[in-house]
């Protein structure tokens, strides 16, 4: 088996130099264990902050120790009764090919009609960070105005659907006139290309001629700014994710900060684990859209575990539409 490991901390943007693949020893199983072949393995924006050696939500990667990450695979050996040869399931050993853990390590993929890889994605922690975060952080409702950034990524581009399911108006922004044409594809009124050389609190306000009563933050920086700019009385702000800043460090100067105050503005931080034993609402009402045909899964598939670090550092080139994967 072989896994990557970190092989240095990076100083700003991650490159190839960060990583190593090593050759793993996989141990035979004790009593209670499972050897599972991944399929499918997810990179994802917060993996930088685990890079730095710093206190957060999640430990820091161990220099020299197999990185880990959300990853779907097939059971190939088990002495645990709870899994058999051929059962489907996730867990968190991933960014290697093969897994030895606990069965109580190892979930069962939940019961519906989607592929395995779904799990990872819009049926997963970036779908729960999406619903929750829009319905409960941000309380988007019916005839809201709902912006949100990199619409075109995992979260946000299920964002825009279940945002617009709910019957809000929905601003998307994403990079390149393509991604945008995505976006409204899925049903957002307006996409905003930010790459296209206006600044973004121009676009907004030429998007958004009633203001916005929600953002959902995917990207901070300008973009929250622009956001600021435009917020109506009382809007509330979910700040899901910062991706411009994860490789800086240094926040973008807010010139529109104090409108906080005049428009009396709520600003709201989550973390996706804050909802973890609200799963069952997620998977209801997921499977209700998914049924009425209101949710459209994107992914971009990058090949063979040695591709790994790749499509992680693509995360921060905009290289994925909707979730980005890897496939085993
Ligand atoms: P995405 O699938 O959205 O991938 C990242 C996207 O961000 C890229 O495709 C790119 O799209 C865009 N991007 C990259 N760099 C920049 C930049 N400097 N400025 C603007 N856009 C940029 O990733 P996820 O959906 O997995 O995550 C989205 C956000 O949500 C991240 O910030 C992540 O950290 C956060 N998150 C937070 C969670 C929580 O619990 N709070 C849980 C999960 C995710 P483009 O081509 O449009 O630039």
Redesign the pocket.
């Known amino acids: 088996a072989r896994a990557w490991t970190l092989a240095s901390r990076p100083n700003g943007m991650p490159t190839a130099a960060n990583f190593a693949l090593i050759d793993l020893d996989q141990p035979s199983l004790a009593e209670g264990e499972v050897r599972i072949a991944n399929r499918w393995l997810t990179v ?3 993996m ?2 685990r890079m730095n050696d710093v206190k957060s939500y999640t430990p820091p990667f161990a220099i020299g120790e197999p990185m880990q990450g959300g990853a779907v695979g097939e059971v190939i050996e088990s002495r645990s009764d709870q899994f058999k040869p051929g059962n489907m399931v996730q867990h968190f050993a991933g960014w290697r090919d093969e897994a030895v853990l606990p069965a109580a390590q190892v979930q069962p993929l939940p019961k519906m009609e989607a592929d395995p890889q779904a799990y990872l994605g819009q049926l997963g ?2 779908g ?3 619903y929750f ?1 829009l319905l409960h952080v941000a309380a988007a409702k019916e005839g809201d105005t709902v912006f949100v ?10 964002v825009v659907q279940i945002a617009k399911a709910k019957g809000c108006h929905v601003i998307g ?4 006139a393509e ?1 945008c044409a995505w976006v409204q594809s899925l049903g957002a009124d307006a996409a905003i290309d ?2 296209d050389g206006t600044p973004i609190v121009k676009s907004l306000g030429q998007a958004a001629r009633n203001g916005i009563d929600v953002y959902f ?7 929250l700014d622009a956001a600021l700019a435009h917020a109506n009385d009382r809007a509330r702000f979910a ?9 800086s460090g240094a926040a973008t100067e807010l010139r529109y900060i104090a409108r906080v105050i005049g428009a009396r503005i709520r600003i709201q ?6 909802f973890a034993d609200r799963a069952a609402e997620f998977y209801r009402d997921m499977g209700g859209w998914m049924k009425d045909g209101k949710l459209t899964r994107e992914e971009t598939v990058v090949e063979g575990l040695e591709k790994t670090p790749d499509a992680f550092l ?11 994967l890897v496939k085993i």
């Open positions: 994802d924006p917060y930088r902050g922690m970036p729960m960070t999406a975060g950034s990199a619409a075109a990524g995992a979260v946000g581009s299920t922004s994403a990079g390149g991604k930010y790459k933050d995917n990207v901070g920086g300008d973009h700040i899901c994710g910062m991706i411009d800043v994860y490789n931080g989550f973390i996706v684990s804050d693509g995360l921060f080139s905009g290289d994925n539409k909707g979730k980005m």
